[in-house]
């Protein structure tokens, strides 16, 4: 299996989707602040660019299963992706660009979900293995952030739509050249049939606890550059410290499949959603303080990368077959809903509360989080 593995066809595709991220969620907002919108029309449009999270994952990942091709869905996904995001350079208009970001997230949003399912029948029975190729993700993350960081300081934030064109169109080639994979059937948690693996016991529960989790960063992904930026931070700073939780985020990703077998996934969740109310409190209370802000940033290891790393392999455990792409796609949902709705809310408290309070709900919504993936992963074990 090994030898057949397309580690660097599969790894670059990871690679360039979250390079995309890496300027969609640092640069994204102070673009479109250079544009002149508020702070609520950046949260809404922040939010609709997560809302075809709800939706595209969910019709891309039946079509999918029905089709029998992800790859074909990830390609087709990613052409149009990359075509659609060309409507940005055309208006500038608060309704152009919401349309412009709805559409062509629409379709980015589907690749990822099919993606990873691709990912994972391509290790298959060797799943743990998923964390050494999509660390090149975080990788790509930080190569990006950090060398647009670099350019907006000396260029200005015009660039970040160029720089994310480029991105688009290398993520098309990646999906180009990766191979598919047929799925297993292996025995699911809860049954194959995707409505009954939902129904299991624990299920529900822990897609809650995702959404909570998710619904905790919507502060984080929308307003942290604005943040640092209201407390006199400067790009060339700003860009390693959304770096360096990628970084602390890869050294997790080398690990987990070792800490897995031995604390078992409710206890390294739990203990994750916990460190990422720590991280918002820090951030929203100390964000004058560097060495505190640093401390906060290698969090990211535990509020994303224990939380990733263990939450895509629990989805996969319990659905299998032709529920697999339903799965993930549900998986992908969470996010789409979490950081939509804490995007949207943190935009509009934020001139009323101010950005340490609203760091501080958020910190709150980890907390239930936590208390969620607690209950769930315990009745989900038992159900085994």
């Known amino acids: 299996m090994a030898d057949a593995l397309p580690y660097w066809r599969l790894s670059s595709f990871y690679f360039f989707y979250f390079g ?15 544009l002149g919108f508020s702070a609520a029309e950046i949260g809404e449009l922040l939010a609709v660019s997560n809302i075809s999270r709800i939706v595209a994952p969910s019709v891309w990942g039946s079509l999918a299963d029905r089709l029998g091709h992800r790859m074909r869905v990830v390609r087709a996904a990613s052409l149009v992706a ?3 995001f060309l409507g940005v350079f055309l208006g500038r208009s608060y309704w152009w660009l919401a349309a412009v970001m709805l559409v062509f997230t629409f379709f980015w949003n589907a690749a ?6 691709n990912t994972l029948n391509h290790l298959w029975p060797a799943e743990h293995r998923y964390s050494r190729i ?7 993350f930080i190569v990006a952030v950090v060398a647009v960081g670099w350019l907006v300081d000396r260029l200005g934030v015009g660039l970040v739509p160029y720089a994310m064109l480029a991105l688009f169109a290398a993520v098309w080639l ?15 948690a809860h049954g194959n049939g995707f409505w009954q693996a939902l129904r299991g016991a624990g299920v529900p529960g822990f897609f809650l606890a995702c959404f909570l989790i998710q619904l905790s960063h919507g502060p984080y992904y929308a307003f942290f550059s604005i943040y640092l930026q209201e407390h006199g931070y400067r790009w060339e700073s700003i860009g390693p410290l959304w770096a360096l939780g990628v970084v602390a985020e890869i050294g997790v990703f080398l690990v987990i499949h070792r800490w897995l077998p031995r604390y078992g996934e409710r206890l390294l969740l739990v203990v994750a959603f916990l460190l990422a109310a720590l991280r918002w409190l820090l951030i929203g209370a100390l964000p004058e303080s560097l060495p505190v802000l640093v401390f906060a940033q290698t969090l990211h ?6 939380y990733h790393a263990v939450g895509i392999g629990t989805v996969n455990r319990i659905f299998r077959g032709r529920a697999q792409g339903r799965g993930q796609a549900l998986y992908s949902m969470t996010y789409g809903v979490g950081v939509s709705l804490g995007s949207l809310l943190s935009g509009y408290l934020w001139l009323d ?5 609203v760091f501080a709900l958020a910190a709150l919504v ?3 989080s936590a208390w969620m993936a607690h209950l769930s992963l315990g009745r989900l074990a038992v159900s085994e």
Not at 20 to 34: D, E, R
Not at 134 to 140: E, F, K, P, Q
Not at 301 to 306: K, N, T
């Open 134 to 140: 999509r660390l090149w993700g975080s990788v790509g």
């Open 112 to 117: 990822l979900p099919q993606f990873e399912a």
């Open 82 to 84: 990359c075509v659609g």
């Open 20 to 34: 995309i991220v890496g300027v969609l969620v640092p640069y994204w907002a102070p673009y479109l602040k250079s």
């Open 301 to 306: 290891a535990a509020s994303f990368g224990v």
């Open 366 to 368: 980890a907390v239930a």
């Open 174 to 188: 990646s999906a180009l050249a990766t191979p598919e994979k047929a799925g297993a059937f292996g025995r699911a």
């Open 353 to 357: 509360l101010g950005g340490m309070w």
